[in-house]
C-alpha cells in the first residue's frame, strides 16, 4: 500500500467524521426528535401502539451510535496521527503496516456483549468482545443512523398531516349525511305513493301497478343516482387526497436530493427547479374547500373542481420528477468519474506508472476535485480524461 492511498484514505474519513457529526447534530436539533427522545430540554413522549414499536427501537439504538463515532473518531485521529509521524527510513514498515491495520483491519473493538448460555462453550468466557473494520463499523452506524431519521421524519410528517386529515374525514361524513339530507324528501316521498298504491291494491291491482312503475320507481331511480353521484364524487375526493399525500413524499424526496446535488455539485443553478412550496400549500387549501363544498352538498361543483384539480397536481409531479431526475444525474455523473479514476489508478499500478511524479500530481488534482464539496465536475472530467490520456501515451510508449 503506498504512502498516497494512505493519504487518500484519510482524507476520506476526515470528510466522513466531518458529515457524521454535522448530520447526528441536525438529527439531535430536529424538534420531534427532542420530544421523542426528552433531549434539548423537551419533555419526552409517552408512545403507544404503532409509533411505539418502530421509533423506540430505532432511537434507542441511537444511544449506542454516540460511542461508535466516538470509538471510530479515535481510531482514525490514531491512524492521522502515525502518518504524520511516520518515519522517512528506518520502521516505516512497521508503521505502514499498523496504519493498514488501523484503516483497512478489524481494529475496533465493540462494547463487550453478555453471551446468551445457548452460544458458550465449556471453554468460552461469559463475554465476547467483537473487532470491526472502520468501514464494517461506518456501514452499521449508517444502518443506525437511516432507521432513526426515517422514524422520527415519519413521525414528523403523521403529525404534520394528521390533523388536516382527521379534518377532511371529519367534513367527509358531514358531505354524507348532507347526501342522506337531500335525498330524504324524495324517500319520503316515494314511501307515501307506495302506501298509496299498497292501499289500492285489491280494488284497484291494475292502478297500484301502474303507480309502482311510473311515479315511485322513478324517484327511486332519481334518489339511487344521486348517491351513486356523491358516492363517486366522494372517493375521487378520496384519491385525490391520497395522491396529494404522494406528492407531497414525493416533493421532500425531490428537495432532499435536490440539496445533495446542490451540496456535492458545484453550479446546481442549471438544474430543472421543483415544483415550490407555494403550489403544495395552494393544492392543499383547494382540497379543503372542496370538502367543504361537499358537506354543502355541492356534487356537481366539487366533481369539476377535482378535475382542475388533478390537472394542477400532475404538473407539480412532473416538475419534482424532472428535478430529481436532473439533480441524480448531475450526482450520478459525480460518481461516474470517481469510478473511471479508480479504474485508471488501478490500470497505471498494473503498469507500474501509478508512481511516477506526473501520474501521481495528476491523479491528486482529479481526487481533490472529485472528493471537494462541491465538486466542479467540469475540471474534474477535464482532470480524468487527461489521466487517461496520459496512461494511453505511456502504455504506447512501453
Not at 76 to 86: E, F, M, S, V, Y
Not at 106 to 111: A, D, V
Not at 112 to 136: K, Q
Not at 185 to 211: F, H, I, N, Q, Y
Request: glycine share 6%.
Amino acid at each position: 500500500m503506498t504512502l498516497q492511498e494512505i493519504d487518500n484514505a484519510l482524507a476520506a474519513w476526515s470528510n466522513r467524521l466531518a458529515a457524521m457529526a454535522e448530520n447526528l447534530l441536525e438529527l439531535q436539533a430536529e424538534s420531534t426528535y427532542q420530544l421523542l427522545t426528552g433531549k434539548g430540554g423537551a419533555a419526552k413522549l409517552q408512545l403507544a401502539g404503532a409509533t411505539k414499536a418502530r421509533v423506540e427501537p430505532a432511537l434507542g439504538a441511537m444511544l449506542n451510535i454516540f460511542q461508535n463515532y466516538e470509538a471510530l473518531h479515535s481510531t482514525i485521529q490514531r491512524a492521522g496521527k502515525l502518518r504524520d509521524n511516520l518515519p522517512k527510513l528506518f520502521g516505516a514498515d512497521e508503521k505502514l503496516r499498523e496504519l493498514r491495520h488501523l484503516l483497512f483491519e478489524r481494529c475496533i473493538k465493540l462494547p463487550e456483549v453478555d453471551l446468551p448460555l445457548e452460544e458458550r462453550t465449556l471453554l468460552s468466557g461469559l463475554e465476547r468482545v467483537d473487532c470491526v473494520s472502520a468501514e464494517e463499523l461506518l456501514a452499521a452506524m449508517t444502518r443506525t443512523f437511516a432507521a432513526a431519521r426515517d422514524a422520527v421524519l415519519a413521525v414528523d410528517a403523521a403529525w404534520h398531516d394528521l390533523a388536516a386529515r382527521i379534518d377532511a374525514t371529519e367534513a367527509r361524513i358531514r358531505g354524507a349525511k348532507a347526501e342522506l339530507a337531500r335525498v330524504a324528501s324524495d324517500l319520503s316521498t316515494a314511501e307515501m305513493m307506495l302506501e298509496a298504491a299498497r292501499g289500492k291494491v285489491r280494488a284497484d291491482p291494475l292502478g297500484a301497478l301502474a303507480d309502482l312503475e311510473t311515479r315511485v320507481e322513478p324517484v327511486l331511480a332519481r334518489v339511487g343516482r344521486a348517491i351513486e353521484a356523491a358516492d363517486k364524487v366522494r372517493k375521487e375526493l378520496l384519491d385525490a387526497w391520497m395522491k396529494y399525500d404522494e406528492l407531497v413524499r414525493g416533493h421532500r424526496q425531490t428537495l432532499a436530493v435536490a440539496a445533495e446535488a446542490k451540496e456535492k455539485v458545484l453550479d446546481c443553478t442549471g438544474l430543472k427547479a421543483p415544483a415550490s412550496d407555494e403550489k403544495l400549500a395552494g393544492l392543499r387549501e383547494w382540497l379543503d374547500r372542496l370538502d367543504k363544498k361537499l358537506a354543502e352538498g355541492g356534487v356537481d361543483a366539487v366533481g369539476v373542481g377535482l378535475r382542475n384539480w388533478k390537472i394542477a397536481a400532475n404538473a407539480c409531479g412532473t416538475d419534482d420528477r424532472a428535478a430529481e431526475a436532473a439533480s441524480r444525474a448531475a450526482l450520478a455523473a459525480r460518481l461516474e468519474l470517481r469510478g473511471r479514476l479508480e479504474a485508471l489508478k488501478a490500470k497505471a499500478r498494473a503498469y507500474g506508472f501509478a508512481e511516477s511524479e506526473a501520474f501521481t500530481e495528476l491523479a491528486t488534482k482529479a481526487e481533490a476535485l472529485l472528493y471537494t464539496r462541491p465538486a466542479d465536475l467540469n475540471r474534474a472530467a477535464d482532470s480524468v480524461v487527461a489521466y487517461e490520456k496520459m496512461l494511453s501515451g505511456a502504455k504506447r510508449e512501453a
